[in-house]
């Protein structure tokens, strides 16, 4: 009896542990080949959390993960399976290793077994020139911080399809995207007399951060593109009609060469004030208004503009006058789109705040940036700014009572709401007098609807009283001229006067209509 049990506890245990599985397509490619990488989880409830940095350093993983499930009865037991899947590709030549990875499937962590694949050199077929990836920099050698300028471009000479890819990590460099397009367009060229189409994939600013060489990595994209498949001339279809049918698809990927970059130094002696500034840059100061008063806060703002590494760099430290209370600046980089080379304005906006009237002085701002297009220091300066202080109307005080991040968050001028001694008031006060305000109003309401009433018989009354003169008065004028209409204004003035007398709706009258009218409102006898 207890080797039954034990054997079916056993059974239980092996069916419900989690086994894990790594294998590849092929253990054998060359560089540009693609290969298959799929990682299966057994009995396990979801798909587990791997992390694939390992496995960049020998390979680049051009697509994925993506995640199928499976389910299968053998000998009346279920077994289900979870494989996720990657689209992997060498990097160089060589014995490469995929290494053991770690899966995290709720809070147990399982490790895969490392698989060794042999990779050989670039295979040389026809379809490498026929679509091929390229990268160009504009320039080989550079100073730290100045642009690189990096493009990378597609050619075909077939039909192609591009899947979604990833621009590689620039180490070593600070980069500005320049141009990324939602849709390659190609346009027809000729490369060393081929006829070629191509299309730019990605542009890019680089600035180098490093003193010393860096490498570009290459770009590496994933394509789809069809071969027609060889046949024979006696072949009934030789018909082109029937050339959709005899092409394969095939998935290949594309691979840029890597770039060296050698990284100058600059010349010495560096002077004083410069802050890594590289490029062609001016420098002005401006405030937000002509004048302010003491204890009110005013806007200087310091702005450098022009074309190089901005963003950078900071400005050089400088003390304004002990008369106003700064505060930390505010920066902001604006860009200026459609352009090669990285240009816009960079601003850094100080808070400042006069503590006595009369005229204030900042001194000139002063800052050093290399231009390495003529390999030379430069120096450039902002004149005095003159801050005339008014005292204002208020009473100065030593002391505005705010902090400098609340001067700060408000960024508007400052006045003292209040300077005298408030007056206090008891709350039982306000309330009751509020109180017998609103009862005296709900009182004043409840004869309106009979005034309202009233005002509006009056009116009614009146109407009828114009209406029923009229009538009598045109009745009279028919009597003296005798006519012989005489019956047709009388009846009209009898049902004019009874229309309005017993308020009722109907316009066409006639005696028909009055007696109906009439039937359930006056007596039988009337």
Do not use: H
Not at 271 to 290: K, W
Not at 489 to 517: G, R, W
């Amino acid at each position: 009896v207890y080797k039954a049990i034990l054997y079916i506890i056993l059974n239980i245990s092996v069916a419900y542990c989690i086994q894990v599985k790594a294998y590849v397509d092929k253990n054998k490619c060359s560089i540009n080949d693609l290969i298959n990488y799929k990682i299966e989880l057994q009995d396990a409830n979801s798909f587990g959390d791997v992390k694939m940095e390992k496995i960049s350093k020998d390979f680049s993983v051009i697509s994925g993960p993506s995640q199928q499930t499976s389910m299968q009865w053998v000998n009346g037991s279920v077994t289900n399976s979870r494989i996720m899947s990657w689209s992997i590709s060498p990097k160089k030549s060589g014995k490469l290793t995929i290494p053991a990875l770690t899966i995290i499937v709720g809070n147990k962590k399982y490790k895969t077994s490392p698989i060794i694949i042999q990779v050989s050199g670039t295979k040389k077929k026809k379809l490498d020139r026929d679509v091929f990836i390229t990268s160009e920099i504009d320039k080989q050698e550079v100073y730290l911080g100045e642009q690189i300028t990096l493009l990378y471009k597609i050619y075909r000479k077939v039909k192609i399809s591009i899947e979604p890819f990833e621009v590689p990590e620039f180490s070593g460099f600070w980069t500005e995207e320049l141009y990324r397009p939602n849709q390659i367009k190609f346009k027809k060229v000729d490369l060393n007399g081929v006829r070629y189409q191509v299309g730019t994939l990605y542009k890019v600013a680089l600035f180098p951060i490093s003193g010393s060489g860096a490498t570009i990595k290459p770009l590496v994209i994933k394509i789809q593109t069809q071969e027609k498949r060889p046949r024979r001339n006696r072949d009934p279809f030789f018909d082109p009609f029937f050339d959709s049918f005899f092409t394969k698809t095939e998935t290949k990927i594309l691979r840029s060469p890597e770039r060296e970059v050698s990284i100058k130094n600059f010349p010495e002696p560096r002077p004083g004030g410069f802050t890594g500034a590289v490029g062609l840059f001016n420098i002005t100061t401006s405030i937000d208004r002509d004048s302010t008063n003491v204890n009110e806060a005013i806007t200087f703002r310091v702005s450098v503009n022009g074309t190089g590494n901005l963003g950078l760099f900071t400005l050089p430290k400088f003390n304004f006058s002990d008369q106003l209370d700064q505060f930390p600046p505010k920066e902001n980089f604006e860009k200026n789109l459609f352009r090669d080379a990285l240009s816009g304005t960079m601003s850094w906006e100080y808070i400042l705040v006069p503590r006595i009237s009369g005229k204030i002085s900042i001194p000139p701002i002063s800052m050093t940036y290399f231009d390495p297009n003529i390999e030379k220091w430069k120096k450039i300066s902002t004149a005095p700014t003159i801050i005339p202080v008014k005292k204002g109307k208020g009473r100065i005080l030593d002391n505005s009572g705010l902090s400098k991040k609340e001067i700060e968050l408000l960024k508007k001028d400052i006045n003292y709401i209040r300077t005298g001694e408030p007056v206090w008031k008891k709350i039982e006060e306000d309330s009751f007098f509020i109180i017998i305000c609103i009862y005296m109003f709900a009182f004043s309401l409840v004869p309106a609807p009979l005034v309202f009433n009233s005002f509006l018989g009056y009116r009614l009354n009146s109407k009828s009283s114009r209406i029923s003169r009229k009538a009598l008065s045109t009745a009279r004028k028919k009597i003296s001229n005798r006519s012989k209409q005489l019956s047709l204004p009388a009846s009209k003035i009898i049902f004019s006067y009874l229309k309005d007398k017993l308020q009722l709706t109907s316009d066409n009258l006639d005696p028909i209509t009055v007696e109906d009218l009439l039937r359930d409102i006056l007596d039988e006898s009337l």
